[in-house]
C-alpha cells in the first residue's frame, strides 16, 4: 500500500485554494495534488481508497464555492495538459475533464458539428 506522501512531485499539504477559485475565495486543501497523467491520476485515486482518504476532484474551478475552512482530504486538479484533449473523429467527440467548454465548442463547430452552443459563455471544464 503506498502512502500519500510517495506522490512528493504532484504533492502540496494545506494549499490555499482561493488561488484556483475563480471568485478567490476559500480555504486550504489538506492534500492538494496535481496529476500530470492518466497513470499518476490512477495511483492517487487507488492510495486515497487505499488510505481510506477523502478524494475531491477540482477542475477549472469556475462553479464551485470552498468553504473558508477548507476541505479535508486530498483535492485532485485536474489541470494538466494531458487531460484537456479534445479529439474529434466524424461525429464522435472525446474530450478529457480538463478541457476547456469553450476550446469544445469552438472545436465542435469548426468541424460542422452542432448542439454544444449552449454550453457558450459557460466557464469552466468539461469535468
Known amino acids: 500500500m503506498s502512502s500519500i506522501e510517495d506522490f ?5 499539504h494545506s494549499e ?4 484556483y477559485s475563480y471568485f478567490k475565495i476559500g480555504g486550504p486543501a489538506q492534500f492538494f495534488l496535481e496529476p500530470r497523467n492518466v497513470d499518476e491520476l490512477q495511483a492517487v485515486v487507488l492510495c486515497c481508497v487505499e488510505n481510506e ?7 477549472g474551478g469556475s462553479n464551485i464555492l470552498i468553504k ?15 487531460f484537456g484533449k479534445i479529439q ?10 480538463g478541457a476547456l467548454l469553450s ?4 472545436q465542435t463547430v469548426k468541424a ?7 454550453l457558450v459563455g459557460i466557464p469552466g471544464t468539461v469535468g
Open 16 to 19: 490555499p485554494l482561493a488561488k
Open 68 to 82: 473558508d475552512s477548507g476541505v479535508q482530504g486530498a483535492v485532485i486538479r485536474i489541470h494538466d495538459e494531458e
Open 8 to 12: 512528493k512531485e504532484i504533492l502540496k
Open 88 to 97: 474529434i473523429d466524424g461525429t464522435t467527440v472525446t474530450a478529457g475533464a
Open 53 to 59: 482518504i477523502p478524494v475531491r476532484v477540482f477542475g
Open 112 to 118: 460542422g458539428l452542432a448542439g454544444l452552443e449552449g
Open 103 to 106: 476550446n469544445l465548442v469552438s
